[in-house]
């Protein structure tokens, strides 16, 4: 649990890894906001490892880097927010879903397996699928001049799309 007042500040690499479901299933609970300029490995090995944004944002500063190379079902949730102002990588096998609001202000790479963003959000950065897969599958994403790019799919199923601005591609 990151929890208390203050912000939990990142950089170099951090790793989350872990192979066993920790209190009810999940593995880490954010109650603080974490602002990660560095590399931040996501790659559990387990189906079941959450990470829990509760009332607070994890930020992906520019020029930081969020890495998911775990399995399926190692899925971010809860009532806050991840905002990316940097790279998003998704090389893995299956799909990482993203319950909490997701704003992109950066670029989402998904080169292996899918990102779900079931919590709806906001971008203006760009989202790129080239083998794995973007999936926009919950709540509402306001784009404003967000791009999507690459050889694989990008999917809307069972979201709500407002397109705002001129430049959405």
Do not use: C, P
Not at 70 to 82: A, E, L, Q, Y
């Amino acid at each position: 649990v990151f929890s208390g007042s203050g912000t939990l500040f990142t950089s170099g690499t951090t790793n989350l890894t872990g192979s066993t479901g920790g209190f009810a299933g999940n593995d880490l609970f954010i109650q603080r906001n974490w602002e990660n300029s560095g590399t931040l490995n996501y790659a559990f090995t387990h189906d079941g490892a959450d990470v829990v944004i509760n009332a607070a944002t994890l930020t992906n500063k520019a020029g930081g880097t969020v890495n998911f190379a775990g399995i399926s079902g190692s899925d971010i949730s809860g009532s806050g927010s991840f905002l990316n102002e940097g790279n998003v990588l998704v090389n893995m096998v299956g799909t990482v879903t993203v319950g909490a609001t997701f704003v992109n202000n950066g670029q989402v790479t998904a080169n292996g397996g899918a990102l779900a963003l079931n919590g709806g959000g906001s971008a203006t950065g760009t989202y790129t699928s080239n083998t794995g897969t973007v999936r926009l599958s919950g709540g509402t994403h306001t784009l404003n001049g967000a791009t999507f790019d690459g050889t694989s799919s990008t999917r809307i199923d069972g979201a709500t799309v407002a397109l705002v601005g001129a430049d959405n591609t």
